[in-house]
């Protein structure tokens, strides 16, 4: 009787299904994985009839192991890099910023400060929109030209339904207006303790094209730029170790580009959901859709809040926050009622543990000095009143 090759031959990166996403991504993926000169791709190859044994390495179990870790510790040094362009851009930002313009604005106001009004003049917001949009064009740049992912993998497109993106932005929605009473009570606890927060808010801008560029800027396009760095590359080239990890990197990664420990919960969980929209989806265009949602009605709602002493616009925040709840849970009972779950992921365990994963993400020195030097700037950021 003649063996079947397929029987015995195992290919980590042959066998790996991607949940939600056509044979033309899967072919692509799997490719680039068992690409000999691709250090960041886990691949492994052996014949399962035979008890191998390599010497120095060991049975070809352990060997999977060797691999897997050789590939993730790849992968966690080239985000750890890219992660400190991204605070080195951020930096010359702030310095440049501070020496040119005398204020080195980036986007967030205090508490305190609510209701003062920051004034830009037309030069520095040329200058603020051009750094902020240099740091995710770099790193997506450079992700092109080293990690060479095909496109039909860090820009996943499947056609996604008008139900799904309603259900997701809805959802979406709720976590905001979860977030924004949250961050309202811990404002309060923050400043019995003599602590002034952050309060992402926009400047006033008198030049009507100063206004567009700003808005364009921070409402559309480093949102856009911010979903392909993130639930593009950094998603997809972590998902070869299992979606659950690759969930995590980008969320956290996401959540730390801000250096601020108040916001870090709520940009991780809210990077944790744009990702499960993304593989659930097999779209990125859900998760920058969703993601456009939310930025565009946080701006709205941050506007009009920052002056406490308007009822009417208060009263509008109300409305439109009841409106979202009411909503999302119409939505969460509908697909309740269908036995729809989106938010649950297939099982997709790789050699390594969880745990593994998580031990060799703070054994590499790229990412750990990156995490050392972010801890400084979040203390930096932090006021006293």
Same mark, same amino acid.
């Given at each position: 009787m ?7 031959m ?8 991607y ?16 690409n ?10 052996h014949?399962?009839r035979?008890?191998?044994?390599i ?8 060997v999977a ?7 993730l510790h790849?992968c ?9 362009i ?22 967030w ?8 009004g920051?004034?830009l ?6 200058f603020h929109?051009t750094?902020?949009l240099?740091?995710p064009i770099?790193?997506?740049i ?15 497109h499947?056609?996604? %339904?008008?139900?799904? $993106?309603f259900s997701a932005? +809805?959802?979406?929605? /709720?976590y905001? #207006?979860? &977030?924004?009473?949250f ?11 003599n602590?002034?927060?952050t ?8 030049e ?8 364009l ?14 639930r593009g590359?950094i998603?997809q ?11 995590f990197?980008?969320?956290f990664?996401g ?10 919960f709520?940009?991780?969980?809210l990077?944790l959901?744009l990702?499960?929209?993304t ?6 265009l859900?998760?920058?859709i ?7 009605l ?7 809040s920052?002056?406490? %002493?308007?009822l009417? $616009?208060?009263l509008?925040? +109300?409305?439109v926050? /009841?409106?979202? #709840?009411? &909503?999302?849970f ?8 269908r036995?729809?779950?989106?938010l649950?992921?297939?099982a ?11 031990r060799l ?8 000095v990156?995490?050392v ?9 932090v006021?006293?009143?």
């Open positions: 003649n063996d079947n090759k397929k029987d015995y195992i290919d980590v990166a042959s066998e790996r299904t949940q939600n996403q056509s044979d033309d991504y899967a072919k692509a993926y799997t490719k680039w994985r068992n000999p000169d691709n250090s960041y791709a886990y691949r492994f190859v014949d399962s035979e008890h191998i044994y010497d120095g390495e060991g049975f070809a179990d352990k192991v060797t691999a897997e870790k050789s590939a790849c966690l040094q080239f985000t750890g890099i890219i992660m400190m991204m605070l080195a851009i951020q930096c010359a930002q702030y310095f440049f910023s501070f020496l040119i313009f005398d204020n080195p604005y980036y986007g106001t205090y508490y305190s400060e609510l209701g003062d920051m004034v003049e037309t030069a520095q917001v040329i929109c750094t902020i240099a740091i770099t790193q997506i450079i992700c092109i030209k080293v990690l060479k992912i095909p496109r039909e993998v860090c820009l996943p499947e056609k996604v %339904s008008g139900a799904f $993106l932005a +809805v959802i979406a929605l /709720l905001l #207006v979860m &977030s924004r009473c961050d309202y009570a811990l404002m309060n606890i923050f400043a019995a303790a602590l002034d927060i309060f992402y808010s926009f400047p006033i801008i008198k009507p094209l100063a206004q567009c560029i700003y808005y800027t921070e409402l559309i396009i480093f949102p856009i730029l911010g979903e392909v760095l993130l590359y998603l080239l972590f998902r070869q170790f299992g979606d659950l990890f690759a969930l990197v980008s969320a990664l959540a730390v580009f801000y250096h601020d420990i108040t916001k870090l709520y940009i991780f969980v990077g959901l990702g499960f929209i593989i659930k989806s097999g779209s990125l859900s998760s920058v969703t993601r456009l949602v939310v930025v565009n946080s701006f709205f709602l941050n506007t009009i920052t002056d406490s %002493s308007n009417p $616009l208060r509008v925040e +109300v409305v926050s /009841l409106v979202i #709840v009411i &909503s999302a119409t939505v969460l009972f509908t697909m309740s009622k036995g729809t779950n989106w649950k992921l297939d997709d365990e790789t050699e390594l543990s969880m745990s593994d994963k998580m993400m703070l054994n590499s020195p790229w990412l750990v990156f995490l030097l972010d801890l400084f700037v979040v203390i930096f950021s006021r006293l009143l």
